[in-house]
């Protein structure tokens, strides 16, 4: 084989595709939000493992302190008190170590846990359209917001009311119907452009 040949053969072979790696933590606890089935506990357990950080879900937290549902609590205690309850949980989880929270679908609309989550964090929003959504929640039976018939008429509502708040996080990234791994890098990518601008001493990621 001629040595044209053998460089031809060589640089034929395509590069193996690697996925980000995590330099240093994040200077914030990273909060994910967004509607019900955009992803926030699949791609936050991911999105914690990369960064070696622990992972809690804001949901399970309010649950365990109210000893009921997130949505029974209102109609159990009083009307207001999921946003006090969310309020205070959140508050304590952002005053512990640096970790990656999946937040509730109504958390981020609250106006007062919204300020503290913009102060104490670096939030992220798993914007997912209708169809993925859609796609994602008919036929489960956890979502009891959602009455059976009626889930993309009470989903585009939920969108119409929400994304509004949403669109005040920090950092926005489009999920689709895709390999978790891969939205997780384009979180991670984002994450790092987001803190090189506000946070100058922090690098993140890793390109390798």
């Not at 997130?70 to 309020?87: H, M, P, R, T």
């Not at 994450?191 to 090189?196: A, N, P, V």
């Amino acid at each position: 084989m001629s040595e044209n040949s053998e460089n031809l053969s060589t640089s034929s072979v395509p590069s193996r595709p690697t996925s980000p790696l995590v330099s240093l933590m994040p200077p914030k606890p990273v909060v994910l939000v967004g509607l019900m089935g955009c992803g926030k506990t699949s791609i936050g357990k991911r999105l914690a493992k990369r960064f070696d950080l622990p992972f809690v879900d804001s949901d399970q937290e309010v649950e365990l302190a109210a000893g009921c549902s997130v949505n029974d609590i209102d109609s159990i205690f009083g009307e207001g008190s999921l946003e006090a309850g969310e309020y205070k949980v959140i508050s304590r989880l952002l005053s512990q170590s640096t970790q990656v929270i999946a937040t509730g679908c109504f958390s981020f609309t609250f106006e007062n846990t919204r300020a503290l989550i913009k102060e104490e964090a670096i939030s992220v929003w798993l914007n997912a359209d209708l169809q993925t959504l859609f796609m994602r929640i008919t036929g489960r039976k956890d979502r009891p917001l959602l009455e059976p018939g009626r889930e993309e008429e009470i989903l585009k509502k939920m969108m119409d009311d929400h994304y509004p708040f949403f669109n005040q996080a920090d950092v926005c990234i489009k999920t689709y119907d895709e390999p978790a791994n891969v939205t997780v890098d384009r979180v991670i990518i984002a994450m790092s452009d987001f803190i090189k601008a506000n946070y100058p001493d922090y690098h993140v990621l890793k390109s390798v």
